[in-house]
């Protein structure tokens, strides 16, 4: 998803190599790339005009050749968790958001140009974090507008693809989080938000690099998660990539007849042929993959789907992450019990898998993938 109507180049979407060559295209000295970097990725500042180690003169003119900052916040949302979500029109420049616990902004624009990303605090043990004890703040951001998959129970999938996002718009979303009052610094990023990462892979490549690289946020690749429905030669090239990042696979059944009837995209992909993609993932990487499986009420939370579920896990090297689903206004699936919560667990911890049951956090805030846009649109 381009700016209409600017073709400029934008900062985000650069690496040192390639601003070094736009500048010195411009006849600015190559080492104002640099500096330029450290302004926007090490003292968060990404106004031009504020670079005070820079002329009078660059500053006027990287402010009138380069674009900087394309996210347009129109809602932010605190959780009593702490969890905070910002819904970003990617049409309207950059927007001062409200402070946290202020009343959101109005909303503008049209969804056809907004994603979500949010921040999740957490202490190391997953609990969320008391303001002063806070370990990890998770970013959890879009790399689409909207999603092709559709997944039935998905409010990001609810009214198709909008757009994809470029490389820098995915950087920007950890970028602005970071900006957050009290936030400092994001630890972890999960590509969990809108749209499937693997259907826009040169964007997220791209900002993969970025988001890793020392110059850039300067993430360990580890504590980056890509999660995907289930792309499996788009598995191989993040495989290929030398950034050991960690994959998440959304099974969210334990065959292909349940998957089928919740994810579109199931029908032209089995269990099978994901778990071999997972496979030839850890061979590359050596690192474990994780399955996603979302627990919808009396649908495919039963310990007979539990039982089938670890025969699947254990096909591959795998830890399993359940979630418990959160109602989406408009949809027909519900929350699961608790009771049938620890029992699906408990299946899998007696077949001898690790498995956790991920907390449900900003459930005040409309936290679950798409819900914000959803509420604030109507799609
Ligand atoms: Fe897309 Fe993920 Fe939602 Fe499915 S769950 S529709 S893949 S955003």
Redesign the pocket.
Known sequence: MPPTGDDRPHFFDQTPESLAALFTGWGLARFRADQVMDWVYRKGIADPHAMTNLSQADRERLADRLRFLDVGVVQHQRATDGTQKLLIDWSLGPTRYSAPGEASLAVLGSSATQSECVMIPATSSGRAAPDRTRTRRTACISSQVG?P???RF?A??LGGLDGNLTPGQIVQQVWQLQQLPGVERITNVVFMG???PLANPRSVFAALRTLAAPWGIGLSARKITVST?GVPAGIRKLGDLDLPVTLAI?LHAPNDEIRKAI?PWAEFVSIEQLTEAGRDYFRKTGREITLEYILLGGFNDQPHHAQELARVAKRLRSNLNLIRYNEVAGLPFTRPSDDDVLSFQQVLRTAGLNVHIRASRGRDIAAA??QLRHEASGV
């Open positions: 999603c998959v559709g997944c998905c990001s999938g809108m749209g499937e429905v959304s994810i993938c798409g």
